[in-house]
T-cell receptor, first 114, second 112 residues
Framework: AQSVTQLDSQVPVFEEAPVELRCNYS??????LFWYVQYPNQGLQLLLK??????LVKGINGFEAEFNKSQTSFHLRKPSVHISDTAEYFC????????????FGAGTRLFVKA | DGGITQSPKYLFRKEGQNVTLSCEQN?????MYWYRQDPGQGLRLIYY???????QKGDIAEGYSVSREKKESFPLTVTSAQKNPTAFYLCASSMREWDEQFFGPGTRLTVL
């Protein structure tokens, strides 16, 4: 069965520094990959998604992610973070073998310090 | 504006009571989902529905029930059989089951 691992539960970083949030998944057969952001006491909103095509995906708010099939990874990056990026970030995967049910990672809390 | 609404935002329940959480979408999506979120545990799927009048159990369906009588609506009932119902509940919908999900603002349920 598909599984999603977000390797860091919390990532503290200073404002204007780069950040990478890591995500690995277990199966590489026909996967679709997503990153969502959740601000406190709100629902999730989509940052970016990979369905096919270019392995480098650009999303909203200056975020991007790279699909690496050989390493089964989909890490999220931003070259310069802002205080307003403080939030929880979720990686999600759906695949044909799992009946396209979407599996979410446990989340990574990004804390941007001034 | 198209989107998903959940009500109420906050809900308090006494032990032994059933409560129903509302979820409505006007995105014309076929698939709808209910998730439970606890601190440090991410999202856990309670129930999902791919079409009207049909739904399937997710990973933690015990103590919950749903209905899907209309495409736009997918209410969740938290029954007295749910032993630890205090949590943040999120409803979502998607056009296709493998595609991005659109989330509501959530309902925070507290059992007193």
């Amino acid at each position: 069965a598909q599984s999603v691992t977000q390797l860091d539960s919390q990532v503290p970083v200073f404002e204007e520094a780069p950040v990478e949030l890591r995500c690995n998944y277990s199966s590489s057969v026909s996967v679709y990959l997503f990153w969502y952001v959740q601000y406190p006491n709100q629902g999730l909103q989509l940052l970016l998604k990979y369905l096919s095509g270019s392995t480098l995906v650009k999303g909203i708010n200056g975020f991007e992610a790279e699909f690496n099939k050989s390493q089964t990874s989909f890490h999220l990056r931003k070259p310069s973070v802002h205080i307003s990026d403080t939030a929880e970030y979720f990686c999600a995967v759906s695949d044909r073998n799992g009946g396209f049910k979407t599996i979410f990672g446990a989340g990574t809390r990004l804390f941007v310090k001034a | 504006d198209g989107g998903i609404t959940q009500s109420p935002k906050y809900l308090f329940r006494k032990e032994g009571q059933n409560v129903t959480l509302s979820c409505e979408q006007n995105l014309n999506h076929d698939a709808m989902y209910w998730y439970r979120q606890d601190p440090g545990q991410g999202l856990r799927l309670i129930y999902y529905s791919q079409i009207v009048n049909d739904f399937q159990k997710g990973d933690i369906a015990e103590g919950y029930s749903v209905s899907r009588e209309k495409k736009e609506s997918f209410p969740l009932t938290v029954t007295s059989a749910q032993k630890n119902p205090t949590a943040f509940y999120l409803c979502a919908s998607s056009m296709r089951e493998w595609d991005e999900q659109f989330f509501g603002p959530g309902t925070r349920l507290t059992v007193l």
